[in-house]
């Protein structure tokens, strides 16, 4: 299988701690969610499978059929998507 990246290339997105949201770095306003735990994946959409990767950069590819699913019904490929996937 080729895939469209490198694992080096999809460094997800880090929780960060601060007493104030304005105290975290890049702050440029943006809203904030309640915390979920979850797996932490990032997501690549191709025409006929959907690419994952943990925060650890382990491909997870067929691990969650239903998520792959419904990520290629909804989005077109190309898209890249980091975040929490909970139930």
């Known amino acids: ?13 880090a929780c960060v701690s601060a007493d104030r949201v304005a ?3 890049g702050y440029t306003g ?3 969610n309640p915390k979920l735990d ?3 994946l ?3 959409v191709e025409d006929d499978h959907v690419d994952m990767m943990s ?3 382990k491909w ?4 969650l059929p239903g998520v792959e699913a419904a990520l290629l ?3 077109p490929a190309g898209t890249v998507l980091d975040g929490e996937i909970t139930a």
């Open 73 to 75: 019904k909804r989005f």
């Open 30 to 32: 943006f809203w904030m």
């Open 38 to 40: 979850g797996y932490r």
């Open 60 to 63: 997870q590819d067929g691990k």
């Open 1 to 13: 299988m080729t895939r469209r990246f490198r694992p080096d290339q999809l460094a997800p997105q």
């Open 23 to 25: 105290d975290i770095p």
């Open 42 to 44: 990032v997501c690549v």
């Open 55 to 57: 925060r650890g950069q």
